[in-house]
């Protein structure tokens, strides 16, 4: 069962870095892959925040910054010593090598899973508000799984390596706006209960002239 995994891994690894690489698609994919315009989406996504929520911006900003380093220790600090999977640049033969990379572990990708949690809180704020609100909650979905996406392209991770640092991120984004749920009803006071978690969409009510 295990070796039919790793088989279908690698298969779909050779797919996505060998059979579907094109130089147009290597500029993209090294754009996106590179872990500073991660940062600038997100920078991107605060101000958006900030802007559009003003003091009620910090709930969902914080969680983000918790559901990051949740993500990144589960990935890197947990499962990257833990199963040591070398990296198929370094483990396979005639892979498409498009950046330096150093010896590090590949399983599971951090990079998947810090932009796989960013998301998913900033999902859970937006996505059922305006338009411009789900404009941007679509959109750090849609670059959550470019940048997995180019990590296989770019010939640093197993496709395996990106799903679970997106499940990881998900998890990490979930669990940790979850918890902090239940801590904001339970254990604070009312003034700060509704300062900044997401208000369910109400409708508005018709109102007749005289």
């Not at 470019?146 to 679970?164: E, K, M, N, T």
């Amino acid at each position: 069962m295990l070796d039919a995994l790793y088989q279908f891994d690698v298969w779909l690894f050779r797919l996505i870095n060998e059979g579907i690489g094109q130089p147009y698609l290597d500029t993209l994919m090294l754009f996106v892959t590179d872990f500073k315009r991660s940062w600038v989406v997100a920078a991107f996504a605060s101000l958006y925040i900030i802007f559009t929520r003003r003091r009620e911006s910090v709930l969902p900003l914080a969680l983000c910054l918790l559901a990051i380093a949740v993500a990144d220790q589960t990935a890197s600090g947990l499962l990257k010593p833990l199963v040591q999977r070398t990296r198929p640049c370094f483990e396979l033969g005639h892979v498409r090598l498009l950046l330096d990379q150093t010896h590090s572990f590949s399983f599971a990708s951090s990079h998947a899973a810090n932009t796989a949690a960013v998301a998913t809180v900033m999902w859970i704020f937006l996505s059922k508000s305006s338009l411009p609100d789900r404009s941007v909650a679509w959109g750090l979905v849609v670059f959550s799984f470019l940048s997995g996406y180019s990590r296989v392209y770019v010939g640093v991770h197993y496709p395996l390596d990106v799903l679970a640092g997106w499940g990881i991120g998900v998890g990490a984004g979930t669990l940790t706006y979850l918890c902090v749920v239940f801590v904001w009803k339970n254990y604070l006071s009312p003034p700060l209960k509704n300062l900044t978690m997401p208000k369910k969409p109400q409708k508005q009510a018709a109102t007749s002239e005289k």
